[in-house]
């Protein structure tokens, strides 16, 4: 094969290297096109431009495969935990258990957070949607620990270890803390003999009369909830944190802006208008057909279907669907959602209108049922979502801060707007 790609424009034969991953992804590296020939790229939504280099995830959308550092999503989901996940997508190794011992200690020792926040949680409407707060208070965060997050490179990489861990246990704290918020509750303080998700759950749903003790069956869930959305590669939030974090800023900010990038509900906040369109299908008496036919007529989105990167069912889906099931049988319990999910499910991928487009299940169809089988409420999906994605875009920051050559990100555009025009008398 050969290692140049060749671009003939306006008569004129131009060559261009070829890049190849160590999964045998291909490239062309395009970055002198510009000043050799005038012309740019153009590549609407970036389906097709890599924006970077990256050794922490690898996903295969044809044939459904998502392995990160190497290892296959479904041997870290059976055989790991949320921790050593997070501890692997951000160094590269999974930790030995002397290692893991340090990461969890570190986190245990961050998980309360400095009192002057209270009143800033204090200070928003009840019903003010957790995802803005949650993005508010990691920027804000960064104040308190001016020594991470002072926009001076070489400083924010001397301080990674420190803010990495800080933020992976303050962002679970801060999300506890918002639901309590919005819900005009008292802050629950963490707690030290608990784990990281066993403590979670403690800081949302203890109050200060009664202790929430968690079943053992929705700590598990939960952790292979935030496991599985760990890292997923340049998705919409990583490339949002990747984009700030070029231009020099601090990882508190980047992660920020991340969280709202997650929110939207073609990205993170897929996970509630999943659970939020079958709601609506149960209450209005659909099996599912007039649903999927509204979906085929573009009058509605399958929520929880398809995928910019997978033509093939998204394998944390299918862990997802399984481990629904199980908690509901543990707990004793039946969801009629759950039923719809599986109706629906069956309908489209026996629809040509779904086949044809290779739209698939994604790991939000059934994360949200999960999510609700353990008792979190709705409006906390996708800040669950953003709990999970910590990891990834701490290790994300970390590449992009890392790169040998500083590099803004900052892409071009095609003008479409009015030619050069002048103003008439007024
Ligand atoms: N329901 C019905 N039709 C769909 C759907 C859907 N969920 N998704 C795509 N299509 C159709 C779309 O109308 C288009 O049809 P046509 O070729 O006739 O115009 C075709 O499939 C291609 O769709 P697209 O919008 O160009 O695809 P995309 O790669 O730009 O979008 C997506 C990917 C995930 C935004 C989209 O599939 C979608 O909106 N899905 C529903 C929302 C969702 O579940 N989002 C979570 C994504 S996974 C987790 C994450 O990243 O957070």
Not at 82 to 108: C, D, K
Not at 358 to 385: C, E, H, Q, W
Request: net charge neutral; glycine share 8%.
């Amino acid at each position: 094969m050969s290692d140049k790609a060749i671009i003939t424009l306006e008569g004129r034969q131009y060559e261009y290297p070829i890049i190849v991953g160590s999964e045998g992804e291909k490239a062309i590296v395009t970055q002198k096109l510009r000043s050799d020939t005038g012309y740019i790229t153009y590549d609407d939504g970036y389906g097709n431009t890599g924006s970077c280099l990256s050794d922490i995830t690898f996903i295969d959308g044809e044939e459904g495969i998502l392995r990160h550092r190497g290892y296959p999503i479904e041997q870290l989901a059976k055989h790991s935990s949320f921790i050593s996940v997070a501890y692997l997508i951000i160094y590269g190794e999974l930790p030995t258990a002397a290692q893991r011992e340090v990461f969890r200690e570190r986190i245990r020792k961050e998980a309360s957070l400095h009192t002057g926040m209270n009143s800033m949680f204090n200070s928003y409407p009840t019903r003010s949607h957790p995802m803005a707060i949650l993005s508010s208070m990691l920027n804000s965060l960064g104040c308190y620990y001016p020594h991470m997050a002072s926009n001076n490179r070489e400083q924010d990489i001397e301080h990674f270890d420190e803010a990495a861990t800080l933020l992976i246990s303050k962002v679970r704290t801060i999300a506890a803390m918002s639901y309590r918020a919005e819900q005009g509750l008292p802050f629950v303080w963490p707690r030290k003999d608990l784990r990281y998700t066993a403590n979670f759950l403690h800081m949302m749903f203890s109050e200060p009369y009664d202790t929430y003790e968690p079943d053992e069956d929705i700590v598990e869930a939960l952790d292979l909830f935030l496991l599985l959305h760990a890292d997923h590669e340049q998705n919409c939030s990583t490339s949002t944190v990747r984009m700030v974090a070029s231009s020099g800023a601090n990882m508190f900010a980047s992660v920020s802006a991340g969280v709202c990038g997650l929110w939207g509900p073609l990205h993170g906040g897929a996970n509630a208008a999943v659970v939020k369109m079958l709601m609506e299908i149960d209450r209005d008496k659909d099996d599912g057909t007039r649903f999927i036919k509204a979906a085929k007529e573009g009058k509605a989105r399958l929520m929880g279907f398809g995928h910019r990167v997978y033509k093939n069912y998204d394998p944390r889906a299918k862990i997802l669907g399984r481990a629904v099931e199980r908690v509901l049988v543990n707990l004793g319990r039946k969801d009629p959602l759950l039923d719809i999910a599986r109706r629906l499910e069956q309908e489209a991928l026996n629809d040509d209108y779904f086949v044809s487009r290779k739209l698939y299940p994604n790991v939000d169809f059934y994360s949200g049922l999960l999510l609700r089988a353990i008792g979190i409420p709705l409006d906390m999906f996708t800040v669950m979502f953003a709990i999970g994605r910590m990891p990834g875009w701490i290790a994300n920051w970390r590449e992009e801060a890392m790169a040998p050559k500083q590099k803004i990100n900052r892409p071009r555009q095609i003008y479409t707007g009015p030619a050069k025009r002048d103003i008439e008398d007024v």
